[in-house]
């Protein structure tokens, strides 16, 4: 059995999709049967195919011990699945359930696991193998941390114990800030224990990738170099492989460190990562920690070295050697041999701080970041410059107007910007002593960022060549390479294309909020099926932790920004028979007019197709055409437009920039005032004769999605969600559930042919979503994506048709009429529900409150056979477990406010207590629903926020309304956050909660695999 790591959330990302995906193919090979439990639709890994039995369940030990039972497996292998799956394996051994069905873990056993996730324990492993660790104490209580911190001292550096992604901790300097910080890394802290260490800050940061076989052969895989100093999570630092500061006596100390470390913690089949920090004055070196898995840094290492850790770590958990292991990419060496590379890596992060507008943007030890990109290069500074332009960011740092006096305090604080305003410091002559003294960067670093600054283009001075990835630094010729460009002053290409005609998909880039890991999922399905097709399936992509940059997934992989120039040269090389543009999401889509333009042969849906679903105006006119209704709606070019055409549209208004990807900056405002307000704060963004889109935002509506497939004369729709929420909530963000659960055949019915319309009318080859709202019994069409979506691979898991795949088949020239697709409107005998998975615990000072801008990170899925216990599911798997009795608060707009007695009713009658504020309450108590009313926060203590601080609520259910500063409301889901209760901020959700909790209490529901869920569909699931 193979646990994956749950929902992508900050910390624990697409890397995991990518370890356990490479786990499950070698597994498979082995001849080992696969049972897999992972609660995340959008992975590769939990497609049917990879596993002989796939569960998507909540991750946690009630589920996961029902799948034992049932599957019987005779090991459990827990390290390839995050610290999700390593907390979830300690938990299954210590209640007993491991050993009550006779499974082995493997991998890493109990007790080395306790004593690298348990910091006194890990402590004293490293003490007693001779290894210096920063001073430190343990606390298990805010007393027992005052007392260790006089010892110590400030500052300190605060470090839960089983946690991820530094969750929890920080620095603390005052002693106010360390009462704080303390408290929130007890809390956040699933054995409720702390880490006080010493400060390093300022030190070198440095990670080495160490794997170890039952028989004590350790190697090390790679080294990497955080350009930030200690202080920065090594997830949100720019970093490089290999290192390039050490001296050989020093980074041989670190190996023999590491080495020591893997053996004292008892890892002897698998990988782990063992992090340093350097004292550059004196060459001290403390070991900071140890990851007993793959971890972040192992995806980056295997992509940085060819060197695929996953695999090599699941062969050595069912008993290889690592010189029985052969290396896939030279087929001559076994895995024995240390790689070497004869290149530069560097990942730069991806920050999401514009969808938080508040929250501070320093970077500490508790990680920010929501994904990363990579870049291989001959030198430093061409890696390093290939990575500034493989981020996708939204907008440039915003540098102008400032001093360079200023640009130096600037880059004194760690933040999402500072290389960028270190490059800019660098420009304007900035002395990098000073520099370095106010940054603690290393002279290297600065000297080659110098070089960079004073020429740009000096590293892609010649020709540029495509070099392979070899894991030997050429030593022996590499059978599965993959490319990355370098410039020379001459040279030839090592690119060795085969016989058959290629096709070249471009992938997502790094991961950020509303681009994820479901278009990677899409573009993995189109290589699987070029491939089937007799093609070579090329990729190209920059994201390290995803399954389509390992190099096994394409014939041919390039490790390449997505840029219009970087994409050329890759089609200069290949001379494809077509380019896939419509899988990676609006990354490459927004180069397909002039990927079109300089001659490329686009496939599926053409560029003119895409425009016109695009063009408001144009798409209105299509819709008119075809006889179908859009809420009413302008375009307005300033300030002053927007203000007076306003009115016509008519209040509420949904606004929205024209440039918008996951929502960005859109917003719902009620009054002319309310968008003055909003026009005011955008100005930057809507300057300059940018349109600004005006539509009627249509209340208390039916948001619904639709993912289709066409052909060009056939369309075939794939999947109908509802949506929980009502409209106004941003699709990414809001709980869908497949098939809709209250909708009519006569709606339905007017779906499926409004979609089929749209995607003739628009002359879709591929995929098609579309987004609508029922408003009453009418059917509006919202907006049409002609290309993959995000809900693609959760309604191919929920059917059982994969839709990627098919609409490439498609692409490539096949007729729908040709797919033997199932009936569109099959009985499927199963509910299966998508809920969003948001960071708000990350980002203290953010409002919790959804709207129509996108916030999530990732997404689960919950299947059983009815609505409220798929509800249940998805609920538990997102980390907003139900509670089954206690007491719910409940507090609304006026305009919810007769609907909110309902939602009381049904909480009162299944046992709990129901408290609200004054307003809500007498609306609940009209009803003859018993209530108790609550404080309001500006009607003294004890008000509502003391009630959640003290453990007396068990689910809040707030609706607000409007965007303007409401204090109560902020409070009280700041409060409930920080807390972990569920906060529900639609009444829909709130009855869909109390639906769920009513279906909880008749028992747990079967647990199914998808296999056995797909077989029982009616027509016998989808075509191979």
């Not at 001093?403 to 880059?411: N, P, S, V």
């Not at 900056?665 to 349109?691: C, P, S």
């Not at 307003?919 to 500006?938: C, D, E, F, W, Y």
Request: one cysteine or more; charged letters at 20%.
């Amino acid at each position: 059995m193979l646990l994956g790591s749950g929902p992508i959330v900050i910390g624990q990302a697409a890397e995991f999709d990518y370890s356990g995906t490479q786990a499950c193919k070698v597994l498979r090979e082995e001849g080992y049967e696969i049972v897999l439990v992972n609660s995340n639709p959008a992975t590769i890994m939990t497609d049917p195919e990879f596993a002989d039995a796939t569960y998507v369940e909540p991750l946690l030990p009630g589920p996961v011990a029902q799948v034992i039972e049932k599957e019987r497996p005779d090991a459990l292998l827990p390290t390839l699945g995050g610290g999700t799956a390593l907390n979830l394996a300690r938990i299954l051994h210590e209640d007993g359930t491991l050993e009550r069905h006779g499974v082995e873990l493997i991998g890493a056993d109990y007790d080395a696991i306790a004593r690298a996730e348990d910091r006194d324990l890990f402590r004293e492993t490293m003490h007693g193998a001779g290894l210096r660790v920063p001073r430190s104490a343990i606390a298990t209580t805010l007393a027992e941390a005052e007392a260790a911190r006089d010892d110590i001292g400030l500052p300190v550096i605060v470090r839960p114990a089983f946690t991820l992604g530094g969750w929890g901790g920080g620095v603390a300097t005052t002693p106010a800030q360390f009462r704080e910080v303390v408290s929130r890394g007890l809390a956040a802290s699933p054995i409720g224990q702390v880490l006080l260490d010493e400060s390093v800050l300022g030190w070198g940061e440095f990670e080495l990738e160490v794997m170890r076989d039952r028989n004590d052969n350790v190697v090390i895989v790679c080294s990497i170099e955080n350009l930030d100093p200690m202080g920065v999570h090594t997830g949100d630092s720019v970093c490089v492989a290999p290192q390039q500061t050490l001296s050989d006596r020093q980074y041989q100390r670190l190996r023999d460190q590491a080495i020591a470390a893997i053996r004292a913690v008892g890892v002897e089949t698998g990988g782990s990562n063992v992090q340093f920090a350097v004292n550059p004055a004196t060459d001290e070196i403390v070991v900071i920690e140890m990851n007993p898995r793959v971890s972040r840094s192992s995806a980056l290492a295997s992509k940085a070295t060819g060197f695929p850790i996953a695999k090599i770590a699941a062969r050595l958990a069912v008993g290889y050697a690592l010189e029985e292991i052969d290396n896939d990419i030279t087929r001559r060496t076994p895995a024995s041999f240390e790689p070497a590379i004869d290149y530069t890596v560097v990942k730069w992060p991806r920050f999401a701080f514009e969808k938080f507008p508040g929250i501070d943007p320093e970077l500490t030890t508790h990680m920010k970041s929501v994904g990363e990109a990579m870049a291989i290069g001959r030198t430093f500074q061409q890696a390093f410059a290939k990575a500034l332009r493989s981020r996708e960011l939204d907008a440039p740092a915003r540098l102008e107007g400032l001093g360079l006096d200023e640009l130096l305090d600037r880059a004194s604080t760690a933040g999402p910007d500072r290389f960028d305003i270190v490059l800019e410091a660098l420009r304007r002559g900035a002395d990098r002593e000073d520099l370095h003294a106010r940054t603690s960067i290393d002279p290297w670093f600065l000297r080659e960022l110098a070089e960079l600054a004073a020429d740009p283009e000096a590293p892609f001075a010649g020709t540029r060549t495509y070099k392979a990835v070899d894991t030997c630094a050429a030593e022996f010729e590499a059978q599965t390479p993959y490319f990355y460009s370098s410039w020379e002053r001459s040279g030839a290409s090592e690119v060795r294309r085969g016989e058959n005609p290629s096709v070249v998909i471009l992938g997502a880039g790094p991961n950020r909020i509303g681009q994820g890991i479901e278009f990677d999922y899409c573009c993995v399905h189109a290589a699987m099926e070029v491939r089937a097709s007799g093609r070579e399936a090329v990729m190209v992509n920059c994201n390290p932790e995803t399954v389509s940059t390992d190099y096994d997934t394409s014939d041919r992989l390039y490790f390449e920004p997505l840029t219009l120039e970087d994409v050329l040269g890759v089609l200069e090389v290949e001379r494809p028979e077509g380019v896939i543009v419509t899988f990676g999401g609006q990354t490459p889509l927004k180069l397909a007019a002039a990927l079109a333009e300089a001659g490329a042969p686009l496939l599926g849906t053409s560029v003119e197709s895409i425009d016109l679903a695009e063009d408001r105006g144009r798409f209105s006119g299509l819709l008119a055409q075809l006889g179908l209704q859009a809420p009413p709606y302008a375009t307005a070019h300033g300030i002053d437009e927007a203000l007076a055409r306003a009115p016509e549209v008519g209040f509420p208004l949904l606004v929205r920039p024209s440039y918008v990807l996951g929502g960005r900056a859109m917003e719902i405002v009620y009054d002319l005032d309310g968008l003055a307000d909003y026009l005011f704060r955008h100005a930057a963004a809507n300057g300059d004769g940018k349109a600004i889109f005006l539509d009627r935002f249509l209340e208390n509506a039916i948001e619904v999605d639709v993912d289709a497939l066409c052909d060009g004369e056939r369309a075939y729709v794939g999947g109908v969600m509802q949506h929980v929420e009502e409209a106004g909530i941003h699709s990414g963000d809001s709980a869908c559930v497949l098939p809709p659960h209250s909708l009519g055949e006569e709606m339905l019915a007017a779906l499926h042919e409004q979609t089929r319309a749209i995607a003739l009318g628009l002359g879709v080859v591929g995929l098609l979503n579309v987004q609508y709202a029922v408003h009453g019994d009418r059917l509006y069409v919202i907006e049409a994506n002609p290309r993959a979506s995000r809900t693609v691979p959760f309604v191919s898991k929920a059917t059982g048709v994969p839709l990627a795949k098919l609409a490439c088949r498609i692409m490539l020239g096949a007729k729908i009429d040709e797919l033997d697709l199932p009936p569109e409107s099959r009985p499927l005998g199963h509910v299966s529900v998508k809920e969003a998975v948001l960071p708000f615990d990350r980002f203290a000072g953010t409002d919790p409150l959804m709207g129509p801008e996108m916030r999530s990170t990732g997404e689960v899925m919950g299947v059983a056979p009815d609505f409220p216990a798929a509800f249940a599911k998805a609920q538990a798997a997102a980390g907003a477990q139900l509670p089954a009795t206690g007491t719910v608060f409940i507090t609304v707009t006026d305009t919810d406010k007769p609907a909110a007695s309902t939602v009381a009713a049904q909480f009162h009658d299944l046992g709990f207590r129901v408290v609200a504020t004054s307003g809500t309450a007498q609306a609940i108590s009209r009803m003859g629903v018993p209530v108790t009313t609550l404080n309001k926060l500006g009607e003294g203590s004890p008000h509502v926020v003391d009630w959640i601080e003290n453990g007396d609520v068990d689910m809040v259910i707030n609706t607000p309304v409007g965007t303007g500063a409401r204090v109560d409301g902020y409070e009280i889901r700041s409060a409930a956050v920080a807390r972990g209760i569920p906060c529900i901020t639609t009444l829909s959700g709130g009855i869909a909660a109390a639906r769920a909790i009513a279906a909880a209490r008749h028992g747990d529901p079967e647990v199914l695999s998808l296999q056995e869920i797909h077989a029982r569909v009616d027509g016998v699931g989808a075509p191979a």
